[in-house]
């Protein structure tokens, strides 16, 4: 059985610096056939949101800010082949946030089976369903045959 990776971080600034943070591992069930990268996202965004809706909470909105650092993120991960937390400080200052967190996963084929495995994890499940985010973003990037994800959050 191949094992599938992820980690989650949360971090809630007062002044930009961090007062928490979690992670964790997982290997959920195999997923359906691979997406593009193109779909990749989307699918991601729809499922986190589906996921926000059955709990009625808000719906995530995109940012371009975000996105910048989600892509550049996921593709540091493809190219060095593992996955590992970025700082979120320097996204909080460019992006003007007051609040921030990161999903990072490996070896998900479709953006919905990332999402499925992010909420069968504590520490995912908590950034995905926090009230106090209002944007996210989403980045796929494959190597090696897998997809290396970043799903960062924020609000402002």
């Known amino acids: ?3 599938l990776r992820l980690i989650s971080v ?15 591992v997982a290997a959920p069930a195999p997923a359906p056939a691979a997406a593009t990268s193109g779909s990749y996202w989307l699918d991601a965004y729809n499922a986190t949101n589906a996921e926000r809706a059955k709990r009625g909470l808000a719906k995530l909105r995109t940012s371009k800010c975000l996105a910048t650092f989600a ?3 996921a593709k540091r991960m493809g190219e060095a082949r593992r996955i590992y937390h ?4 320097p996204i909080m200052r ?11 996963a490996v070896g998900f084929p479709t953006g919905k089976a990332v999402v499925d495995g992010w909420m069968d994890s504590w520490g995912h499940r908590k950034n995905i369903l926090s009230k106090s985010f209002r944007y996210m973003s989403i980045s796929a990037y494959k ?10 959050f ?3």
């Open 1 to 3: 059985m191949r094992t």
């Open 10 to 24: 949360i971090l809630f600034a007062l002044a930009l610096l961090p007062l928490s943070a979690a992670s964790s």
């Open 71 to 73: 892509r550049a993120h």
């Open 86 to 89: 970025q700082d979120l400080g």
């Open 94 to 104: 460019k992006c003007n946030l007051r609040t921030a967190g990161e999903n990072v």
């Open 143 to 152: 190597a090696g045959g897998k997809y290396y994800v970043v799903q960062l």
């Open 154 to 156: 924020a609000s402002t």
